[in-house]
């Protein structure tokens, strides 16, 4: 870590708590495709969000914007209270963010403790363009401890498990103690075991977060609000258990469904069994 981001660091401790996320009257288009529209949301410090919808609603979109990897067409996007368009995101948002997504392929032979440790660098894989310190080593230590595969740290990433290496990579996001994390479908593909370690291992976490899936069956215990988003709109954002109702999930996903939560984890079926209507 250089004395630049040690010094931000030592003055966030006495900075005034701010709003983690808002985004104001958002649109972005790509190509002349309008993929947001008019979006308003606000997450605060310590809160934890899921954004639901079907695919191609704009859920990954809004996640670009809220990393600073992506810049609004219109409107504005305040993230850790600095606009973007105002500020090097380089050097003063993205060593603040954690990201994990499925997206994610280490480069090289690494382990899983080596590929965490490329998340103090940001880089993809080795060899690693700074020599690391033994509080680099121990935050690495820590990360792999706090999702629970220490004895993981050794093992080369190609012969972990999908699940196993989803939870690296949460480690791996987490490794910069980041003010927030975003998570792009975290559990996608995994079978249910890995789902339910990947989400204990969530549920851990006080960290800021904005979780986006497809599925409530995917979202932890721990979180405090959600959004529902259609056609690039967000059509419901509030208290996770005020938003995640079938009245609602039905109107997001253009079906009749039934959303249940027991114990903190919400379900959701088909009303009628999912049978299809019979063909004329």
């Not at 994990?100 to 363009?129: E, I, K």
């Not at 820590?142 to 093992?155: F, M």
């Not at 259609?230 to 997001?252: D, K, Y």
Request: net charge positive; glycine share 10%.
């Amino acid at each position: 870590m250089d004395r630049a981001q040690t010094r931000r660091n030592h003055l966030r401790q006495y900075l005034p708590a701010v709003t983690a996320l808002q985004l104001t009257g958002v649109t972005w288009r790509r190509e002349g495709l309008e993929i947001l529209r008019g979006v308003d949301l606000t997450v605060q410090r310590g809160e934890h969000w899921a954004l639901l919808g079907r695919n191609g609603c704009g859920k990954t979109s809004l996640l670009a914007l809220a990393g600073a990897r992506e810049h609004p067409t219109t409107g504005t996007v305040d993230v850790l209270g600095q606009r973007l368009g105002r500020v090097d995101v380089f050097r003063e948002l993205w060593p603040r963010i954690g990201a994990v997504t499925g997206r994610h392929r280490p480069s090289g032979r690494l382990t899983a403790g080596q590929v965490v440790l490329t998340g103090l660098s940001g880089t993809n894989g080795l060899p690693l363009r700074w020599s690391p310190s033994a509080d680099d080593h121990a935050a690495v230590a820590r990360s792999l401890a706090d999702v629970g595969i220490s004895s993981l740290a050794y093992r080369p990433w190609d012969v972990l498990s999908n699940g196993e290496q989803r939870r690296t990579l949460l480690a791996r996001a987490l490794v910069r103690a980041p003010e927030l994390l975003l998570l792009d479908e975290p559990a996608a593909g995994l079978d249910l075991p890995a789902r339910e370690h990947l989400l204990a291992s969530l549920d851990g976490l006080s960290v800021t977060s904005v979780l986006v899936t497809h599925h409530v069956e995917e979202i932890p215990r721990t979180t405090t609000h959600a959004a529902l988003m259609s056609e690039g709109r967000l059509l419901a954002q509030g208290r996770a258990c005020e938003v995640l109702t079938s009245e609602r999930m039905s109107e997001c996903f253009g079906m009749s469904l039934v959303v249940e939560e027991r114990d903190g984890r919400f379900s959701a079926r088909t009303r009628g069994g999912g049978r299809p209507p019979a063909s004329s």
